[in-house]
């Protein structure tokens, strides 16, 4: 039975991924900072274990107890809105340590065993808010432009063992609670000068009418680890596609 190991699953689109691949018949290892299994499907083949990727010693910890992993999903992130000037580099780099440094600790992690067996697969939950510039979310794009910049490069270095990494860039996700999870984290101050151009900003944001699923993601996910021939990047959910391929990339 393959086994796949997934971060950030304590909700949203972890525990949509978590679902999809033990209904695939996969064993599944869910990790969260705080282990719980509250909405997480009942599996003899789902094993909850603790990680927060910013620890190295927890890092070890989950992976000295996991045994072989198949496929890895780097989804643990945190998201950030607000302009430059509301942000304190403080929380900027405790994103990036999540979002970038994370990613980069967990696929180093697990590429030895991967390499030496010549097989598996790291799939990297990006944003499509990389496809265009867009206001209050200067670092948080930064941080998933990093993500994308580093995988794209990653997988030529893995690709030589039988590795492959791919990019997921799901869009706008209201139905999870990744916004909310992201304000109680970061904050929101804005500052007063800025207030009026981000709650307009805001607005366009919540009158928009095409939205990601935790559904789509999930789908996208299981195409980049069960499909060889996936495309380096898989956008999710039908704003991620019209603005993937409005800016020129190719339908997936």
């Given at each position: ?9 304590s909700?949203?689109?972890?525990q949509?991924i ?10 599944v ?18 094993r909850i274990?603790?990680?927060?990727v910013?620890k190295?010693?927890s ?10 992993i ?6 643990a992130g945190?998201?950030?809105?607000n ?10 780099r405790e994103?990036?340590?999540i979002?970038?440094l ?7 992690a697990?590429m030895?065993?991967?390499?030496r067996?010549?097989?598996g ?7 499509s ?14 941080s ?7 995988t794209?490069?990653f ?7 039988g590795v ?7 869009g706008?996700a ?10 109680a ?12 151009f ?7 944001l919540?009158?928009?009418?095409d939205?990601?699923?935790?559904l789509?993601v999930?789908n996208?996910v299981w ?5 060889v021939y ?5 956008p ?7 603005l ?9």
């Amino acid at each position: 039975m393959p086994r796949i190991l997934i971060t950030g699953c304590s909700s949203g689109f972890g525990q949509a991924i978590a679902a999809r691949f033990l209904d695939e018949g996969w064993e599944v290892i869910a990790t969260m900072r705080s282990p719980s299994t509250e909405g997480l499907p009942p599996s003899d083949h789902l094993r909850i274990v603790p990680l927060d990727v910013t620890k190295p010693e927890s890092i070890e910890a989950a992976l000295s107890e996991t045994g072989q992993i198949d496929a890895l999903v780097n989804n643990a992130g945190v998201g950030m809105l607000n302009v430059l000037e509301g942000a304190e580099i403080d929380k900027a780099r405790e994103l990036f340590e999540i979002n970038v440094l994370g990613t980069m600790a967990m696929s180093r992690a697990v590429m030895p065993g991967m390499r030496r067996r010549r097989s598996g697969v790291i799939v990297n939950i990006s944003s499509s808010v990389t496809l265009r510039p867009l206001p209050a979310l200067s670092i948080y794009s930064a941080s998933k432009a990093a993500v994308n910049a580093f995988t794209e490069s990653f997988a030529l270095e893995a690709a030589d063992f039988g590795v492959r990494a791919r990019l997921v860039l799901p869009g706008s996700a209201p139905e999870t609670s990744f916004g909310r999870n992201a304000v109680a984290r970061m904050g929101m101050d804005v500052p007063e000068a800025y207030g009026a151009f981000v709650q307009t900003y805001l607005q366009t944001l919540r009158h928009s009418t095409d939205k990601t699923s935790a559904l789509d993601v999930s789908n996208a996910v299981w195409r980049a680890v069960t499909d060889v021939y996936a495309p380096m990047i898989l956008p999710a959910g039908p704003d991620a596609h019209a603005l993937f391929q409005k800016t020129g990339g190719a339908a997936a």
